[in-house]
């Protein structure tokens, strides 16, 4: 599976962007999807998952403001974020890995996008 993240811009604080992931390969449905982000200087860290038949995962800091959604048919996934925050700068991944559900964050993901940058601006 070879994934492209798309969607990064500047942003304002309280603003919105949706970023997408396009992913090649026939099996597309049968991949658990996910968002990671990389702030400079910190660690990647998980933002949110996708599980085959729906369901989402999110992490505690990105609840409630954003919403990640797939469309199997066309071999994307989405991210939906709003009232963006200066702290959610950081460069964004999309990854994929074989497995029906979302199993933590010991899970570990096969295939990795190449970022797209996101920068909010207070």
């Known amino acids: 599976v070879q994934l492209q993240a798309s969607g990064g811009g500047l942003v304002q604080a309280g603003g919105s962007l949706r970023l997408s992931c396009a992913a090649s390969?026939?099996?597309?449905?049968?991949?658990?999807m996910g968002w990671f982000r990389q702030a400079p200087g910190k660690e990647r860290e998980f933002v949110a998952a996708?599980?085959?038949?729906?369901?989402?995962t999110y992490a505690d800091s990105v609840k409630g403001r954003f919403t990640i959604s797939r469309d199997n048919a066309n071999n994307a996934m989405y991210l939906q974020m709003n009232s963006l925050k200066p702290e959610d700068t950081a460069v964004y991944y999309c990854a994929a890995v074989r497995s029906p559900v979302y199993m933590g964050p010991k899970m570990l993901w096969d295939y990795w996008g190449q970022g797209t940058l996101v920068t909010v601006s207070s």
């Open positions: 390969g026939r099996t597309f449905s049968t991949y658990l």
């Open positions: 996708i599980a085959l038949i729906g369901i989402s």
